[in-house]
């Protein structure tokens, strides 16, 4: 057996696992915190002027530092940590401000995809993917941004892992994804 000829038969390396997208939840769910943000400040800068003692401003000032903190800045760390991300072989997600959680899924086990739109989430654009596993409860991406292209994303996906499965294992070494990345190749 020359060399070309080893070389040939011996398994090739899987090629490295690529990021398709990085995705968090549409950023309206931050519209109510950001109101409560202003209204919090006009209010507190109008109280001021009716307060005469130190006590009621330091009282003021602290109330109004506890809704800005409970009311604006938790709801901004929560969407700011959660995070999906979608690779050419599995979906990572992550969430959580104070304890982290992350949930990985293979795209072999993903069973069906599948879009759900409130009214609200179409007049803005965005909607749940939910994700059949086979278990009792979906995988559920919540409010995320162009839901349709994350179902076609992840069709195509499943399509080459199952595909790439079928075919043996030779030619799922030779699976370096034909999804197109958002925003370019």
């Known amino acids: 057996m020359t060399r070309a000829d080893a070389s040939a038969a011996a398994p090739t390396a899987p090629p490295a696992e690529r990021v398709v997208a990085r995705l968090r939840r549409h950023a309206r769910v931050l519209i109510l915190p950001v109101i409560l943000l202003v209204a919090v400040a006009a209010g507190a800068g ?28 938790l709801p901004y760390l929560s969407w700011l940590t959660g995070r999906t991300t ?57 409010d995320l941004p162009k839901p349709q292209l994350v179902q076609g994303a992840l069709h195509e996906l499943m399509e080459s892992v199952q595909g790439a499965a079928m075919r043996g294992p030779v030619a799922a070494t030779m699976l370096d994804g034909d999804t197109v990345a958002w925003g370019g190749r």
């Open 46 to 73: 109008y109280a001021v002027g009716f307060v005469s003692e130190l006590w009621q401003l330091l009282a003021l000032l602290g109330g109004a530092l506890l809704v800005v903190v409970l009311g604006c800045l």
């Open 86 to 142: 979608i690779t050419t072989r599995r979906i990572i997600m992550r969430r959580g401000v104070f304890v982290r959680v992350r949930n990985e899924v293979a795209h072999a086990r993903i069973r069906e995809v599948s879009v759900r739109k409130t009214p609200g989430q179409s007049m803005f654009g965005s909607g749940d993917v939910r994700i059949d596993v086979g278990q009792e409860h979906p995988v559920v991406l919540r």
